[in-house]
């Protein structure tokens, strides 16, 4: 066995560069000597520490321990942990599990369903590109001496993995708790319904209408909501057809019926399209009053405009024209009726140009990254069989279906969607950072309505990056699918359309991103020395409006392509910046990230409990109070004793029995209008006892009954008759 021993020494004050330029990390100021061993049969590295080495790596983490720079990063971060060391930081390394860290996180982000995250490329990470970085484990080294040491920063990939109610309030981490309110289809859908309580803007202006198929108010709603786009569809293939408009999403319906694979069983009848007309726009006359509210006065027993047969049929019937591509003629009246129809329509609806015609919805599973489950379907009955036929999706309400934009900006004839960063750094007050830097990602076929293949429409690198670019896509596009943002600004200004970039895309985004976090804001923990980088996905219209698609939790930092290599090597530093290097110094850079919304503080009340506590004192009487006399008596008459009775008192009738309730708790002497005296405490002569008694009296029970005994009528009817109160001068009184 043959040794090859090659020794690299560097001098005090130097670093050593990573691979590839992903990181530096600093050494020791001492001497550093790494030996490399190589053995003939395979090559093995045996790292060669001299005492020299280990004094100054013992000095190095015993100063960052003094100053509370210790960290851990839990998943493939390379950026993160060179950004980290460069910085003075040590890290705290779990070395028990023996399988790699990149596996057991890829396993717990496939069973994780809490939040929406999109980590596309997590296989692409592995613990070599670490390895490659610490060929000596001198920081392997170091993690095992402060092994037993407090954390002061944590970065994962998972907010399961650390209980921000064990954290000190000087440990920083880099996810917040209840984040599923907006980082899931699910809570991004119910939560901005709620937009109207936090700021005067409208959802639907910058997000498609969505809806639970689990709830069923609002799958009600959404079969609402299909019927009447199918209407305002048919009114759109009218006006466009007469016009003769050369879209894309029209120019197959130029067919016959003939050539159709699929027909409607229900249809026995030709389609009669001015009947179809009238119901359409009947139907859209409904929505116009409602919005307006002039439909409060119509009255409850008014029947509906289409019962479920005659809306089966018009399906059906829309199907055939629209899908199917039936022959069809219309008269110049029925255009423009249609055409006043929709103008009315867009006044009040921000949405009708993106819907197109052919009445296309997107499923999505509530709490599923990556692309995984999403499906386009076209037809009402497929949408419902496919949410009903799975009880546990009805049970735990993770469907939404969401409007599909038919009508989006396309770059070569090919769909995209846009990638944009924002950090969060605290909650109450709400701040905001928004990176100046995006990119966008392709699909691998041309965009088409012919099909409804997720090759087409969905746009996540997960999914495209496993199939092969279509030969009859654009050679403008790259193969890996992916453009920067200054490269479609390129391509804006070769359409004539770069300033609407700072001047309509990048401030609607923007808005997108504050409202979406206004509305979660309440559900949110808002503990300090927390952060957390959400990545937004937005799609663009034809005139460049965005439409925010959704906001993933831990956005995949992967070197896939050279633009995802250098963009997301810059935000992970910038992100450092913003939450390290401002604690510091106020001043220090922020790179790209740019701070767009500050709220103003919110005073919390300290919650201290709920302390009840009853303060009184005892009544003290010198002696037992008098028992009660009528205000009938006059005051100079003597009282009737209570031991007295009087014969004729016999005589008189007993109230009725409903007046008598629980007459077995009642006094014996209460008959004669004199109440008993409270009962006296044998223990402290002169105080009243605790005890109490209840007299029930009726309501309406003549002044009479009160009197002494000797004035009382001896008349049966007692109780009906009416006191006869003296007059007295108002000088005697």
């Known amino acids: ?272 399209l001015p009947q179809m007309i009238s119901i359409a726009l009947k139907v859209c006359q409904d929505f116009l009053e409602s919005r307006e509210h002039t439909d409060i006065d119509i009255s409850l027993e008014t029947p509906q405009t289409l019962k479920e047969e005659e809306w089966a049929e018009f399906i059906d019937s829309y199907y055939l024209v629209v899908h199917g591509g039936a022959e069809i003629g219309s008269g110049d009246h029925s255009v423009s009726c249609c055409k006043a129809m929709l103008q009315r329509l867009r006044e009040v609806s921000p949405q009708l140009d993106i819907d197109g015609i052919h009445n296309i919805w997107i499923i999505k599973p509530g709490a599923m990254s990556r692309g995984r489950g999403i499906k386009c379907f076209k037809r009402l009955d497929q949408i419902l069989r496919l949410v009903d036929h799975d009880p546990t999706l009805i049970k735990e309400s993770k469907w939404v279906v969401q409007k599909y934009l038919e009508r989006p900006m396309l770059v070569h004839g090919t769909k995209f969607d846009v990638r944009q960063w924002f950090l969060v750094t605290d909650w109450n007050p709400l701040t905001v950072w928004f990176y100046k830097k995006c990119y966008l990602r392709f699909s691998t076929q041309p965009y088409s309505l012919d099909t409804l293949d997720s090759s087409v429409h969905l746009c996540n690198n997960s999914i495209q990056k496993h199939l092969r670019p279509s030969q009859r896509r654009h050679r403008g596009i790259p193969a890996d699918n992916m453009w920067s943002d200054d490269q479609f600004r390129t391509f804006l200004s070769s359409q004539g359309q770069e300033a609407q970039w700072e001047t309509v895309v990048v401030p609607e985004m923007k808005k997108a991103v504050i409202h979406a976090l206004q509305t979660a804001q309440d559900l949110m923990d808002s503990r300090k020395n927390t952060f957390e980088l959400y990545g937004a ?58 701070l767009i919304y500050r709220q103003a503080a919110v005073e919390v009340p300290q919650y201290v409990g709920v302390n009840l506590l009853v303060e009184g004192y005892a ?67 002169g105080l009243m006892s605790t005890q109490t008694f209840t007299l029930y009296l009726p309501m309406s029970v003549n002044k009479s009954i009160h009197t002494p005994a000797s004035r009382q009528s001896h008349s049966p009817l007692l109780w009906k008759r009416r006191a006869e109160v003296p007059k007295v001068r108002p000088e005697k009184v």
């Open 1 to 272: 066995m043959s040794v090859d021993v090659n020794t690299e020494t560097t001098r005090s004050g130097q670093a050593v560069q990573g691979p590839e330029g992903q990181g530096v990390f600093a050494l020791c100021p001492d001497e550093v000597t790494r030996a490399e061993v190589k053995v003939c049969r395979g090559s093995v590295s045996l790292p060669v520490l001299n005492p020299d080495r280990m004094r100054a790596a013992k000095a190095f983490a015993d100063k960052a321990v003094k100053m509370h720079k210790v960290f851990s990063v839990q998943g493939p971060y390379p950026v993160i942990r060179a950004a980290l060391r460069a910085r003075g930081w040590v890290e705290r390394r779990k070395h028990s599990s023996k399988q790699p860290l990149h596996h057991r996180q890829a396993e717990d982000s496939r069973a994780s369903s809490n939040d929406g995250d999109d980590s596309d490329d997590s296989d692409d990470n592995s613990d070599d590109v670490e390895k490659d970085q610490d060929p000596s484990r001198l920081h392997d080294i170091m993690s095992r001496m402060v092994r037993n040491e407090m954390v002061y920063f944590f970065w994962t990939s998972r907010r399961e993995a650390i209980n921000n109610n064990n954290l000190q309030k000087e440990q920083i981490t880099n996810h917040f708790t209840k984040a599923g309110s907006f980082t899931t289809k699910v809570g991004l859908c119910v939560n901005l319904r709620n937009l109207h309580w936090f700021d005067s803007a409208d959802p639907d202006t910058f997000f498609p209408r969505c809806y639970r198929l689990a709830a069923r108010d609002e799958k009600h709603a959404f079969i609402e909501d299909y019927r009447r786009t199918a209407c305002i569809s048919l009114l759109k293939y009218i006006v466009e057809r007469d016009q003769g408009v050369p879209r894309q999403e029209i120019s197959h319906i130029i067919k016959t019926v003939r050539g159709q694979r699929k027909q409607s069983k229900r249809r026995s009848t030709p389609v009669v």
């Open 537 to 594: 996905d937005f799609m663009l219209g034809c005139d460049l409006h965005p439409w925010l698609i959704e906001i993933n939790a831990s956005p995949t930092m992967a070197p896939s392509t050279p633009v995802t290599a250098r963009l997301c090597y810059a935000v992970q530093e910038d992100t450092l910046r913003v939450v390290l290097d401002r604690r510091v110094d106020r001043t220090a850079s922020t790179g790209d990230f740019q």
């Open 619 to 685: 009544i003290k009487c010198p002696c037992p109070l008098p028992p009660l006399r009528s205000s009938n008596c006059a005051a100079s008459k003597p009282r009737v004793p209570v031991e007295k009775k009087d014969p004729e008192a016999k005589k008189v009738k007993p109230l009725p029995k409903r007046f008598l309730k629980n007459a077995e708790t009642q006094p014996k002497n209460t008959s004669s209008g004199v109440l008993p005296p409270p009962p006296v405490s044998s223990e402290q002569p």
